[in-house]
């Protein structure tokens, strides 16, 4: 992680994830915004962790990111039992509203990039709703095709032309991932990667009630609401990731029990 605003993070899979305060990442990520700092942040779940662990060229994209947030509560159990404290998840869309609604009384411009016309016009209804002091800059569906470059150096020009300080990234993991740390330095102001936000706030899909994600079923919620697309991804990550975080709590506990036998002798 290449910031050092955060004052801890807790390492889960050998990835550093935040365990500041939620308030305290949002001020930060309002101060990126606010002078329109070339940063962007990742709003880590197990999903993405697990891509990180199988693909070293993905694991350095999230290691150089400047925030990972911890978005789901499988993250946020793990770090928990490896500090015996208490840490809050900080998803994607939580982040998306709670920046907009900062966002809206610090006079921050906002653009959305991603998904497809008719969210991004659904969406908007909504913010102008819910924000209705909100400025936003801008609004850009991307085609699920790679960009050529003539239009990448198209859309670099229209975001940093809108004056925005804050961009939300919506093209899923790990293309919003890759994306965002190809453009740190060419994109200036502060990317924040929400995933599945645009169609949540846009009223297309449904999001799990509050006592479902506190339970860590959230997964559950979405794979019943779409099985085809992401039965085999849960398969795949959900599973490895009990077995791989129950490793290294142990571990982590084992070796601070030793260490405190050493230190009494």
Not at 83 to 96: A, F, P, W
Not at 103 to 129: C, W
Not at 176 to 200: K, S
Not at 220 to 226: D, K, P
Request: proline share 7%; glycine share 6%.
């Amino acid at each position: 992680m290449t910031n050092t605003t955060f004052r801890s993070c807790e390492q889960v899979l050998g990835f550093p994830i935040a365990a500041d305060p939620f308030p305290h990442q949002i001020e930060c990520i309002m101060r990126w915004g606010k002078q329109r700092l070339s940063r962007f942040v990742c709003a880590a779940n197990v999903h993405m962790l697990m891509e990180g662990r199988r693909s070293p060229t993905f694991a350095q994209v999230l290691h150089h990111a400047d925030l990972l947030t911890p978005d789901g509560m499988p993250i946020v159990w793990a770090m928990n039992l490896l500090t015996k404290s208490s840490h809050e998840r900080v998803c994607g869309m939580d982040l998306m509203r709670a920046l907009c609604a900062q966002a809206s009384e610090n006079d921050i411009k906002v653009y959305f990039m991603g998904t497809d016309p008719p969210t991004l016009s659904d969406m908007h209804e909504r913010l102008q709703v819910e924000f209705p002091d909100l400025a936003i800059a801008g609004m850009k569906p991307l085609p699920f095709r790679p960009l050529t470059t003539e239009e990448d150096k198209q859309v670099v020009e229209e975001i940093n032309n809108s004056q925005a300080g804050i961009v939300f990234v919506a093209l899923g993991c790990p293309k919003q991932e890759i994306w965002m740390h190809q453009h740190v330095r060419q994109i200036q102001a502060v990317m924040v990667g929400v995933g599945g936000a645009f169609p949540m706030y846009a009223g297309i899909q449904k999001r799990a009630p509050q006592w479902v994600q506190s339970k860590g079923l959230e997964w559950l919620f979405r794979l019943i609401q779409e099985p085809g697309r992401l039965w085999k991804r849960y398969s795949t990550t959900i599973p490895p990731f009990l077995v791989l975080s129950a490793k290294q709590i142990v571990s982590y506990r084992l070796r601070r029990r030793l260490e405190r036998v050493f230190n009494k002798t």
